[in-house]
């Protein structure tokens, strides 16, 4: 948003501006756009334990901070793989333990919105048709 | 010859509005010598802020926000510094007769696209930088550059939807676009319901908005600053087609940096008006903001 009137004759144009955070968009390393794309929560989450993708958080430090970052990665790697990999398991007693009590739970609140509003109903049933329960 | 050369610059008038001319005064103790060039660069110091390390939108940046690390210095991936850059407007080459430099004058005139100088967005300065055999010889003059209300094209912006629903329409109208730092915004909020609705919770307030906007590096935020919020009405009864019309006042600081677009920067001034909703309901809050231009000089 440019307030300033046209440059008048006989004085220097106006140096080009750059780019907000909004207009350039998202910033991650190529290592991470590459996990970003896979449509498949499994391929995500595979990508996640990458050694490529935890060697790319260090992208965008200085140089020397950068090497040494690069180096703390290497050495906590495992821990990561194991973090991550604890934390796929957490998920997973999450979604057998919790979820049924929760669908549970919310029986009558889901036959009410049958009852009372079927189109809606149908169509937050048709938004999940297609999808495995780890993609809900 | 002494060891330590001594310049100085004098700028004057100290402060000026666009399309005004400055005159640079370059002094010297005593004559420069051995000197290869001698330019004068005019310009300003731009402020902005960007991100210093790491990727923004990292998956290790997640971990900023997590519990555990709440207060633990140093912990944080990456993060946003405060720095500056110069951008030069026009470099001019000082004649050297004989290797010997002893003081020189130009003039620059301010143009008309000038971002005004304010601390959050620029300093104006005309540089002197003598390249020389042996030490350098560097000196810098300041001037302000103050915008005025003839200096900036005067029209109304477009109303920006920023949350809702837009249950209820709500509309600002100013009674001028242009306002000067210290001086009174004075407008109406409209507010035409297109249902039935609980009562409505009206407030305004200006907000000051900074972009960060580098050409190399990775921008920062950018921040907002809202001003005194103005309770309008707690209680506005909201009813289908019967538009609601309330005036409001609102203060705007002495010391307001003025709207301004810099080269990696900018500061974009708006007056917001938010419209809650009485009571616990689907309702969502209404926000509305509409641009204004902020000047400093008559």
């Known amino acids: 948003m440019s307030h300033a009137q046209q440059p008048a004759a006989g004085e220097p144009p106006p140096p080009p501006r750059g780019l907000t955070r909004e207009e350039r968009g998202r910033d991650v390393s190529a290592a991470q756009a590459e996990a970003e794309a896979q449509t498949s929560a499994w391929k995500r989450f595979l990508h996640l334990m990458s050694p490529r993708l935890v060697w790319s958080m260090a992208d965008g430090y200085p140089v020397v901070v950068k090497q040494f970052l690069q180096f703390c990665l290497i050495l906590i790697y495992p821990a990561w793989v194991f973090a991550v990999l604890v934390g796929g398991l957490f998920q997973l007693a999450f979604y057998v333990t919790v979820y049924p009590l929760l669908w549970l739970l919310f029986w009558p609140v889901r036959a009410y919105q049958k009852k009372n509003n079927p189109e809606e109903y149908a169509a937050n049933r048709a938004k999940y048709a297609n999808k495995k329960w780890y993609e809900t | 010859m002494g060891l330590l050369q001594r310049a100085s610059v004098v700028v004057t008038p100290g402060v000026v509005t666009p399309r005004q001319t400055v005159q640079a005064t370059v002094v010297v103790d005593e004559p420069v010598r051995r000197v290869r060039s001698a330019r004068l660069d005019w310009g300003y110091v731009n402020f902005y802020q960007y991100h210093w ?52 004058a130009s003039s620059f005139r301010i ?17 002197l930088a003598v390249d020389r055999e042996g030490r350098d ?36 109208s100013l009674t001028k676009p242009v306002w000067r730092a210290g001086e009174t915004v004075t407008g109406h909020v409209t507010l035409v319901p297109s249902t039935d609705l609980p009562d409505g919770d009206l407030a305004v307030s200006w907000q000051r908005e900074r ?22 009405d707690k209680r506005i009864q909201l009813r289908a087609g019967t538009p609601v019309t309330l005036a409001f006042e609102l203060e705007l600081p002495d010391d307001a940096p003025p709207t301004a677009a810099a080269v990696h920067s900018s500061i974009n ?30």
């Open chain 2, 137 to 172: 010889v560097a000196a810098r003059g300041e001037f302000v550059v103050q915008i005025g209300t003839g200096d900036v094209e005067s029209y109304v912006e477009p109303l920006e939807h920023v949350s809702g629903a837009a249950e209820t329409v709500v509309d600002v």
């Open chain 2, 211 to 232: 972009e960060s906007h580098p050409l190399t590096r990775t921008p920062g935020p950018g921040g907002q600053l809202d001003g005194r919020i103005v309770q309008l």
């Open chain 2, 111 to 127: 143009p008309s696209w000038a971002p005004a100088s304010s601390q959050a967005i620029a300093r104006w300065e005309c540089r």
């Open chain 2, 269 to 298: 001034w708006f007056v917001q008006a938010r419209l809650m909703y009485r009571g616990f309901n689907g309702h969502s809050l209404e926000r509305v903001r509409r641009p204004i231009i902020v000047v400093n000089a008559p």
């Open chain 2, 53 to 104: 390390a790491g990727r923004v939108d990292s998956v290790a940046a997640e971990g900023n926000d997590t519990m555990w690390t709440a207060g633990q210095v140093g912990t944080n991936y990456g993060g946003d510094r405060d720095t500056d850059d110069w951008v030069s407007v026009v470099v001019e080459d000082l004649p050297i007769a004989a290797s010997v430099f002893d003081g020189a």
